[in-house]
């Protein structure tokens, strides 16, 4: 049996709850540290085509966010769900859904807290600070979104300085099949090496077919494979910026 998710536990909350939400974002253009490479702003009109605007989330925008962010990662809450054919499937599932999505929220408005507090795009000196962009259309919920530290790269040995860590890409899947994902990925590459001066960009993923072939196909090589207790295996990689 099909097992229920949070769009078929709740198939009219988040459309609802995403067409009320005003989303205040900001205009990256405007951000602190927007004097951006050429490079970053050819990157950045190509992810734009089509009518669409990179912003630096506000603090209303989180909902809207955490909607995207937990959409793109169903996945990671699959083996908690249980299949319909239980009388207790729906009140069980409904419940990891709204749970899962509570820790993703707050886990955000942690990682995001010194962003939305003082928004700028400089090179942060500190890896407790993130910066996040949304890709929208004007006034909608996002579309796409990456997040962006500096960091020593996890398990893969000492380094004399930190490097750019992606820690979130993500593309609505009534938007995918389109190429933002790339685009917002190469956005990310130059970001990184000219506003951030970073020689790599890093990043870890699990072994879902679709994100890896992203990144193996852009030029990533895994540096560690990694399992937990659960058997869920982590993806460390990472691509070399100075080529």
Known sequence: MARRTWS???????????????????????????????????????ACEGGFELVVPEDEDMQGLTDLVDESFQRHIQDRMIDDGNPLSGLWNGWVALSERQMTLGAMRKRLAQLLQAPSLRRPSSAEWNLGVLLRRKGDAPVGYFELCVKQPEGLGRRPDSQPYLTNLCVAKACRGRGLGRKLLKLVEDFSRTAWQGNALYLHTDDDPAAFNLYNSSGYAVRKRQKDAEDHLTLYMYKNLAD
């Open 8 to 46: 078929t536990l709740f198939p009219n909350f988040k459309m609802s709850f995403m067409q009320n939400e005003a989303a205040r974002a900001l205009p990256w253009s405007q951000v602190a540290g927007a004097e951006l490479h050429p490079e970053v702003l050819a990157a950045a009109k190509d």
